[in-house]
């Protein structure tokens, strides 16, 4: 286990979402410049963001109480170095994802950056309006029973952000940061607000940056307005329905299913997926589902990669984390070993299906495994798909780099 640890950066990600990770008192993460522990984008920034060798961006839980019993533990060495240790012997050496310069700005208006939006890995995401309805509702909220946005939003994250605020994060972002990409997230609201409230910021960024953004949301019940935002601009579209077993979908995430229900996500997620060649093509575009590894069986999970892939869609796998303050606080994380079954598909069925996999430039997710990382944990190998990604991102980045630059000059000028 120890070897195979050392040299599959892949293997130990996951081994550390499962796991979490407790930090030896000669950690000094902040003197170091690490980033802050911040639990905002429904909880799952809880961890300590880290650098795994490979270039792979990790959030290693270590707020939650299944994090004190790990394996794992975090040590200083000399020189602001540090190691990282799996039942006292010496694993790899991590690097702290870097806090940036703007961590500590305020914005015109007097709010803290870090209130308006945060890095998780090297994108930027916002979490943006007020709080999910699921959490309000009346007289018995119906919050999915994973999810804390309701207890952090407010506290480490603002619940008002105006358009001039975000641009002046963004901003910051882009020129201290590097950031390519920038992810919105809403929870439900009556009335299917969450498009029209997030427009304006997408129009914005597009016109004054030309960045590549992503919109997280409920599925609106106008398709057509995924058409208006391809057309926009917008490079990703996600929609989380968390479980794929219905019976376990209705009972974890009751707001979902009594509003939308779980047949209503998997027909937008196909829909959006049939929106490649009817944008600009100079956007790229794609259509994720998201999906929570261990809140349901792996055969199950696995049937849910198979069925995104099937309709042209990307799936989005996150490692369930019993988060604080939540109604399954007390659950125990998956076991690494049902995991692995379930993130080798991932990339297997992203390589069957020839989806434009690990294509954007400088965006490295903390918070989830990247399909493009899990081929580490796959026995498969695919060595025209891999030619040809490769290919694809290289023109993609030369492009991304030239749109870069005339926004950059329409900036100055």
């Known amino acids: 286990m120890l070897a ?17 990770l407790r930090l030896d008192e000669s950690c000094f993460v902040d003197e170091d410049g690490g980033r802050p522990i911040l639990r905002t984008r429904a909880g799952l920034g809880s961890g300590l963001e880290l650098i795994l060798p490979g270039n792979l961006w990790t959030n290693a839980p270590v707020s939650e109480a299944f994090a004190a019993q790990s394996p794992y533990t975090l040590h200083r060495r000399s020189g602001e170095r540090y190691e990282l240790r799996w039942q006292g012997e010496p694993v790899v050496e991590p690097q702290l994802s870097p806090r940036p310069e703007w961590y500590d700005w305020e914005t015109t208006t007097g709010k803290p950056m870090t209130r308006v939006g945060t890095l998780q ?20 909220k119906v919050n999915c029973k994973f999810c804390s946005v309701g207890l952090n939003l407010g506290v480490d994250d603002s619940n008002e952000k105006s358009v001039d605020e975000v641009m002046e994060v963004i901003r910051a972002a882009r020129q201290e940061s590097g950031i390519t990409y920038v992810d919105f997230n809403t929870g439900h609201y009556d009335g299917d607000t969450y498009l029209d409230i997030l427009e304006p910021y997408i129009l914005r960024i597009k016109a004054e940056l030309g960045l590549l953004v992503g919109v997280q949301t409920p599925p609106h019940r106008d398709l057509k307005r995924y058409d208006q935002l391809r057309e926009m601009g917008v490079n990703r579209v996600s929609f989380c329905f968390e479980i794929f077993d219905r019976e376990l979908f209705a009972e974890i995430c009751p707001g979902k299913h009594e509003e939308y229900g779980l047949d209503y996500y998997l027909e937008a997620i196909r829909y959006c997926a049939t929106l490649t060649e009817k944008g600009p093509r100079h956007e790229p575009w794609v259509s994720n589902g998201e999906i929570i590894a261990g809140l349901e069986p792996p055969e199950s999970s696995i049937r849910a990669i198979d069925w995104i892939t099937s309709v042209g869609a990307t799936p989005t796998v996150c490692v369930f984390r019993p988060l604080k ?4 606080e007390h659950e125990a994380p998956p076991k690494t070993e049902d ?16 989806l434009p996999i690990g294509c954007a430039p400088n965006v490295h997710v903390s918070l989830v495994m990247l399909p493009e990382e899990c081929r580490m944990l796959s026995q498969q190998r695919y060595p ?10 290289k023109i993609y980045g030369r492009r991304f780099a030239r749109r870069l630059k005339k926004a950059e000059q329409l900036r100055v000028a």
């Not at 303050?325 to 399954?328: I, M, V, Y």
């Not at 079954?341 to 069925?349: D, Q």
């Open 4 to 20: 195979e640890l050392r040299t599959n950066s892949a293997l130990l990600k996951l081994d550390l979402y499962c796991k979490g």
């Open 121 to 140: 890995g090297t994108y930027l995401g916002i979490y943006q309006a007020k709080v999910c309805e699921y959490w309000t509702q009346k007289p018995e």
């Open 325 to 328: 303050g939540t109604d399954l």
């Open 339 to 354: 995991m692995i079954p379930v993130f080798s598909r991932l990339y297997e069925a992203c390589m069957e299906r020839g």
């Open 384 to 393: 025209w798909q891999n030619l040809k990604l490769k290919a694809m991102k």
